[in-house]
């Protein structure tokens, strides 16, 4: 079976010996699919690495500026995350943004969430690709999604990039759940970890918080299991 494990040897494109100096890792959330589940997981996993003590950036290139709102509700006393919002149009003005951040300030880890209509924009997503050491590529279980991102994922190998599908919303009791995961793994890596369709999940948007932050909230390993997987696809 083809999971994200070994991504970052085979792809040589997370470099944990090589850099003279730590460099931040950037984490892209890209799927041509609407509400698949990208600025759920980009926050869930932004606030994970903030718990463990990384610097994080989150970058929000999504017009609805989801992302934003759930910031802008972020409890004070909860650990700190840097919000960029730039439109997905400016990704090279995000990037110049965010470098400059790291150099002044340090950075761990940044995490782009990005419009479900990124593959109308191949200049941005190129830039966006080529900038990132992970692509995670969220998809429901529902077949629909799944054909759309095998496309996306088409794109996505065709530009040289170290990416992994990650099903979101799933439930896994669902013969579709297997269906999904049997189909998705012909296109490409598959993050070994799902994120199940739980209600808890829900209170994340609601409160500015991550799943982590909620006390006794269901679906803290499903996340857990995303993070630890995307840390070793990008040699942390
Ligand atoms: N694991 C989950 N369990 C329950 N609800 C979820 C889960 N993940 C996402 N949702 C809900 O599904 C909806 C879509 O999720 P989300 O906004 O993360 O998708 P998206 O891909 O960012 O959407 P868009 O393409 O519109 O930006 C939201 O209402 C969100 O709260
Ligand atoms: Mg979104």
New binding site residues.
């Given amino acids: 079976m083809a999971e994200i494990s070994s991504l970052a040897e085979a792809r040589g494109k997370s470099r944990p010996h090589a850099d003279p100096v730590p460099r931040a890792r950037w984490l892209l959330l890209a799927?041509a699919?609407?509400?698949?589940?990208?600025?759920?997981?980009a926050l869930n996993l932004a606030v994970l690495a903030a718990n463990k003590g990384l610097k994080v950036a989150l970058v929000d290139m999504?017009s609805?500026e989801?992302a934003t709102k759930w910031h802008m509700r972020r409890p004070e006393e909860a650990p700190r995350i840097r919000l960029f919002t730039v439109p997905l149009e400016k990704a090279d003005r995000a990037i110049q943004q965010v470098d400059l951040a790291e150099k002044t300030d340090g950075l761990d880890v940044v995490v782009i969430?990005t419009?479900?209509s990124i593959d109308e924009h191949p200049i941005q997503a190129r830039l966006l690709v080529e900038r990132s050491d992970f692509v995670l590529v969220?998809t429901t279980q529902g077949l629909a999604d799944v054909e759309s991102v095998r496309e996306w994922m088409g794109f996505l190998r065709r530009e040289g990039a170290n990416a992994a599908f990650v099903l979101?919303?799933t439930q896994r009791t669902y013969g579709s759940f297997q269906e999904a995961r049997s189909l998705l793994l012909k296109s490409g890596q598959l993050c070994p970890m799902d994120?199940?369709?739980?209600?808890d999940?829900?209170s994340t948007?609601k409160f500015g918080v991550g799943i982590c932050e909620i006390r006794r909230a269901k679906?803290v390993e499903d996340f857990e299991g995303v993070w630890d997987a995307v840390c070793h696809s990008m040699g942390m």
Avoid at 33 to 41: A, V
């Fill in positions: 799927s699919k609407g509400g698949s589940g990208k600025t759920t997981t999504d609805q989801t969430d419009p479900p969220p979101t919303r994120i199940r369709q739980l209600e999940v829900q948007h679906g």
